[in-house]
Structures are given as C-alpha cells and as structure tokens.
C-alpha cells in the first residue's frame, strides 16, 4: 500500500508564509503527477498547484505568484511554499500524487489533510 504523509500547516498571520511537505512511501515504482488541493468550510475542494513528474508547474489563478510547487523524486517529496497569506487561503490542504505500478496500475493516492489557518 501507498501512503501519503502531509506536515507543515499551522496558523499565521495575514502576509506570513508556510511550507507544506508530503512524503510518499509504500509499494511505488515511480510517480507521475503530484499536487495540492485544499477544501474550505462549505466548499468543495480545489486543485491548487500541480507538477508532473519532469517538473512543470501549474497553479490556479488564486495563487499564482505567491505559491511554489517543487518536488524531488528521489525521496518522493512534494512541497508547496505559500508566501503573502491571505485569510481566503485557510483551508483544509490535501496531498495528491497519482503513483505508478509495476504491474502498470496507476492509482491515486491521498493524504489526510492538514490544516491551514490564517488569521490576524
């Protein structure tokens, strides 16, 4: 089995940062694409950066230029640095990663979520 192990939240003040990582263990060959989605209260969840597997980046509109998405495939790490805070972006953020199989399985994973809060 996969598992996707997320850590980083917290609470911070409006214009603070934080860095959200996620580690990926368990049965996995390699993994192809790898993201953050976040869900507010009363919302449904969202896709917030995505990177595949060579590196490409994509964002939604609401973070781009103050979200970073990187990733290292050699410890199958995901991360999102999250500048200039807004209290819009609290939210419950969950990892993602689509993992590929030796038996060419591709299923895809989450994690538990971790909770970010910001707020004066």
């Known amino acids: 089995q996969v598992q996707l192990v997320e850590s980083g939240g917290g609470l911070v003040q409006p214009g603070g940062s934080l860095r959200l990582s996620c580690a990926a263990s368990?049965?996995?060959?390699?993994?192809?694409?790898m993201g953050w989605y976040r869900q507010a209260p009363g919302k449904q969840r969202e896709p917030v950066a995505t990177?595949?597997?060579?590196?490409?980046?994509n964002y939604a509109d609401s973070v781009k230029g103050r979200f970073t998405i990187s990733r290292d495939n050699a410890k199958n790490t995901v991360h999102l640095q999250m500048n200039s805070l807004k209290p819009e972006d609290t939210a419950v953020y969950y990892c993602?990663?689509?993992?590929?199989?030796?038996?060419?399985?591709?299923?895809?994973?989450w994690g538990q979520g971790t909770q970010v809060t910001v707020s004066s």
């Open positions: 990177i595949t597997g060579d590196g490409r980046g």
């Open positions: 368990g049965s996995i060959f390699s993994i192809s694409d």
């Open positions: 993602h990663a689509k993992v590929r199989r030796r038996d060419n399985i591709n299923p895809d994973y």
